[in-house]
């Protein structure tokens, strides 16, 4: 049941992809690594691990997923970061005993543990929720983060900003799952997890705007995310740019780990620059 609603969230369901990608999945134990470290933060305990030295980089990770899904993010990153992995709460080991759940809730989460970690502000890339949890946590508490990066990101739940198709996939489990009047906990789990994709999130386009920090916006060509939406994400923030992966959906760190892992770094690394007048021309 919770590998179907893995694939039917589109989060992260690429299992075969991102448990066959060589030698470094062998040498890094993500998810499992004798030197995690559980912190108690706001009502839970999120399970961290981090890997590397330098600069602080926080991933996030998506709807049903986990630091797992990041195996090909860790051994290229870690050579020039910090890079800090953590379960979402209610999600691989950061297990929640609430019903409730919010990516607002996410975000302050994470605020939270880079404050528990002395860790005054980091680079952050998200993916898909963890898109989400990343603009959150730049409108929420800008001074936590200093470059972001998201993918598949998107700001409200319905057919203007999701495809058709993905809705429809998802809706039947929804529907089934809503009308439970007993659950077990994997159920439950699996609701919250559920509520959270097809209700939330709520963000404004004016809040976009409070975001102060440089952004790279990232989706695939044929993403869950309408392209336009993405365009939105893009046009709203005011130090932004934009990058859209042709034959691509939305698994853009798994199918393109290469090409995403380079042109997120070069993002990173470089200033940002205003594109204007003749600069147009370059």
Not at 4 to 17: N, T
Not at 41 to 65: A, D, S, W
Not at 245 to 266: E, M, R
């Amino acid at each position: 049941m919770q590998r179907l609603f893995r694939v039917l969230f589109c989060l992260f369901a690429l299992s075969k992809l991102s448990t066959a990608q060589g030698p470094a999945q062998k040498t890094i134990p993500l998810g499992t690594n004798p030197a995690g470290k559980m912190y108690p933060i706001r009502g839970f305990n999120m399970y961290t691990e981090t890997y590397g030295k330098g600069q602080p980089l926080l991933i996030i990770h998506g709807n049903g997923g986990s630091m797992k899904d990041f195996i090909n993010q860790v051994p290229y990153f870690m050579n020039s970061y910090k890079v800090i992995l953590a379960d979402n709460r209610a999600q691989g080991r950061s297990e929640d005993p609430s019903d409730s759940l919010s990516y607002e809730q996410m975000a302050d989460d994470y605020a939270e543990l880079l404050k528990a970690m002395k860790i005054d502000s980091a680079y952050v890339i998200g993916w898909s929720d963890g898109g989400i949890n990343g603009l959150l946590l730049a409108i929420r508490h800008p001074e936590k983060v200093k470059k972001l990066a998201v993918t598949g990101a998107n700001l409200w739940p319905d057919s203007t900003a999701v495809y058709n198709d993905v809705i429809d996939l998802i809706k039947p489990y929804y529907d089934s799952l809503m009308s439970k009047n007993s659950l077990n906990p994997q159920e439950r789990t699996s609701k919250k997890l559920m509520r959270l994709l097809v209700e939330q999130p709520h963000i404004t386009a004016s809040q976009l705007h409070t975001i102060k920090c440089p952004t790279l916006v990232i989706g695939g060509d044929h993403d869950v995310i309408r392209e336009e939406h993405t365009m939105l994400i893009y046009k709203n923030i005011p130090k932004a740019y934009l990058w859209i992966l042709p034959n691509s959906g939305h698994s853009t760190p798994v199918i393109y780990k290469d090409q995403f892992n380079a042109t997120v770094a070069d993002f990173l690394k470089a200033d940002y620059r205003v594109i204007d007048k003749q600069n147009r021309f370059n």
